[in-house]
């Protein structure tokens, strides 16, 4: 496809982008660190308030639910009335939501609070991510979108940090801990004043004069709305991405991404539990060896960003999904397993699924065009946090039949996710948005694919 010589998918990677990054990746550190924190608030949280196992599970699951309802309402709504507005309004519902949890005194008011939480950090998802994807350029697209969401598990080895400092705080610790997430939405909401709206999306709307200012005011004057030649005035519907070339696309995204965040969400809501399961007791375990697992994630993360840009997206979803579930089978099929190699293998399973779970913001960033990007984003996350929040509720009642059970179902997920990126996984490393977005073609999974009609279904 021919482009312009100044073609913003091409311009150089200037500090704008960089800060642009570091102030989307606050979104997933937050939701790291507050899907996190809540399972080392129930060792606290679940005498203080004498929860029963259904209301253990509720517990955790809110938040996972809120984000199912903040993905499927507002992608829609940022690709309606722009990522701008969306990017500070979504952190002040958050910070607000999470320092009234502190006060809550009835169950029934921490889980309603929790999924409000879940609500904000749901839409942060599609209006982060799809304003980052629509500045950047290809040739750093996925390294750069991926950082953001390896800043996930950032938060939850923070987490575990925090309620480590916090757990002598007496039997009110985890209203502390579930106000503290509080303090990093602050934090983002003033970092993020003053970004620009996506010309893309400006363009997308019919407001050339807008996306012009804007264009000029990142890239400088040798840059004009004429470098985003592809970029026209097109309606946002909500049911585009159900239709035909997206639905294959959409149903993709959900499958892996849910197979994903089921066995990822379980470590990290219960690890601890997992942990003494196998004999790890005591803080240094319990805190300690958490900690050490989430901090695993973000290791895993590094090689993750060099391979994305090397091998591509696909090969790099494959085998990480082939590690992972070996890692969580080995400890779940060999009887009396001791407590070392159960540690080893979730330290593998940590690290394999740190390396490519950031593909889960960067794939319907690139699959999507603008008019429905966020929208994408959020009906991926949406529905990979169905799946997610029943693995989380039905969590406590497996462990009740012994972790081993627990960590065969998550080998189980893995699987179906190699399955379907096998067959349906696409390759978009090194195209322009305009090529991997394309409405009428689809992209072949080699390491250089070319475009191809994609056929009637």
């Given at each position: ?196 709206e996506s010309p893309r999306w400006l363009l997308s709307k019919g407001r050339t004069e807008e996306a012009r200012v804007a264009i000029k005011t990142v890239y400088g004057d040798a840059y004009d709305v004429t470098d985003l030649p592809d970029e026209r005035a097109v309606a946002t519907s909500y049911w585009t ?149 029943l693995g989380t509720y039905l969590m406590p009642f497996a462990l009740q039949l012994g972790a081993p059970t627990a960590l065969l179902a998550g080998a189980a997920v893995t699987l179906i996710g190699f399955v379907v990126t096998a067959a349906w996984g696409t390759e978009t490393r090194g195209r322009s948005l ?24």
């Amino acid at each position: 496809m021919a482009t312009s010589k100044h073609s913003i998918d091409d311009a150089p990677l200037t500090t704008f982008h960089k800060k642009l990054t570091a102030y989307s990746s606050g979104g997933p550190f937050i939701d790291g660190y507050a899907l996190t924190i809540i399972g080392i608030a129930l060792i606290t949280l679940e005498p203080s308030m004498a929860l029963s196992t259904t209301e253990v599970g509720l517990v955790g699951a809110a938040s996972l639910v809120g984000v199912f309802v903040g993905g499927a309402v507002f992608g829609y709504v940022t690709d309606k009335v722009g990522r701008q507005v969306m990017y500070i309004a979504d952190l002040l519902v958050l910070a607000l939501t999470s320092i009234l949890t502190a006060f809550a005194t009835d169950v029934w008011q921490v889980l309603v609070l929790r999924f409000v939480l879940g609500v904000a950090i749901g839409a942060d998802y599609p209006i982060a991510t799809s304003l980052l994807t629509e500045f950047l350029p290809r040739r750093v697209r996925g390294r750069m979108i991926g950082s953001t969401f390896v800043v996930w598990a950032v938060g939850a080895a923070a987490a575990y940090l925090v309620g480590f400092a916090l757990r002598d705080f007496g039997p009110d610790a985890w209203r502390w801990m579930l106000a503290s997430p509080a303090l990093f939405a602050v934090i983002t909401l003033l970092l993020r004043l003053g970004t620009p709206e996506s010309p893309r999306w400006l363009l997308s709307k019919g407001r050339t004069e807008e996306a012009r200012v804007a264009i000029k005011t990142v890239y400088g004057d040798a840059y004009d709305v004429t470098d985003l030649p592809d970029e026209r005035a097109v309606a946002t519907s909500y049911w585009t991405v159900f239709r035909r070339p997206y639905r294959k696309r959409t149903a993709f995204v959900a499958v892996f991404w849910t197979a994903q965040v089921i066995p990822m969400f379980a470590v990290y809501t219960f690890g601890p539990d997992l942990l003494e399961s196998f004999g790890l007791t005591g803080d240094a375990n319990t805190y300690g060896g958490s900690t050490l697992i989430a901090a695993l994630f973000v290791v895993g993360g590094i090689p993750g960003l060099y391979l994305v840009e090397r091998i591509g997206r696909r090969p790099l979803l494959l085998w990480s999904f082939v590690v992972a579930g070996a890692a969580l089978l080995i400890p779940a099929v060999i009887p009396g397993v001791p407590g070392w190699l159960f540690f080893a293998a979730l330290a593998v399973f940590a690290i394999s699924s740190g390396a490519s779970n950031f593909l889960q913001v960067v794939y319907p960033n690139e699959l999507f065009p603008t008019e429905v990007r966020a929208t994408a984003v959020g009906v991926g996350t949406a529905l990979s946090r169905i799946g997610s929040a029943l693995g989380t509720y039905l969590m406590p009642f497996a462990l009740q039949l012994g972790a081993p059970t627990a960590l065969l179902a998550g080998a189980a997920v893995t699987l179906i996710g190699f399955v379907v990126t096998a067959a349906w996984g696409t390759e978009t490393r090194g195209r322009s948005l305009s090529e991997t977005s394309a409405s009428g073609s689809e992209i072949g999974g080699t390491a250089h694919p070319e475009l191809i009609q994609e056929p009637r279904q």
